[in-house]
Nanobody, 123 residues
């Protein structure tokens, strides 16, 4: 029903920047929030950031607040994650996700996931 495709991952030095993109397709009209999770080796998947399509509601995890910025282009069905001042601790596979309500809440509705894009930050 909904497909999400991430891009923009790569290898950067600590202190560098990357911009991730996630383009949605399919029947997306009921999915009002879109955002990002990440999963590092040996760790559980964790919430990073999300935004409503209106742009008026955004959330960030404490670990990325002030360094990452989520934004959206409604006409292109695309959400971006600008990642600045990257740290080795940010190394993970980053997954795009969308749901009808904020992604900070677990359960109660359908969540669609992208395939993930690798971000590696070297010391």
């Amino acid at each position: 029903q909904v497909q999400l495709v991430e891009s923009g991952g790569g290898l950067v030095q600590a202190g560098g920047s990357l911009r991730l993109s996630c383009q949605a397709s399919g029947r997306t009209s009921s999915y009002y929030f879109m955002g990002w999770f990440r999963q590092a080796p040996g760790k559980e998947r964790e919430f990073v950031a999300d935004t409503s399509w209106s742009g008026s509601n955004t959330h960030y995890s404490d670990s990325v607040k002030g360094r990452f910025t989520i934004s959206r282009d409604v006409a292109k069905n695309t959400v971006y994650l600008q990642m600045n001042s990257l740290k080795p601790e940010d190394t993970a596979v980053y997954y795009c996700a969308t749901a009808s309500t904020t992604l900070t809440v677990v359960g109660g509705r359908v969540v669609y996931w992208g395939q993930g894009t690798q971000v590696t930050v070297s010391a």
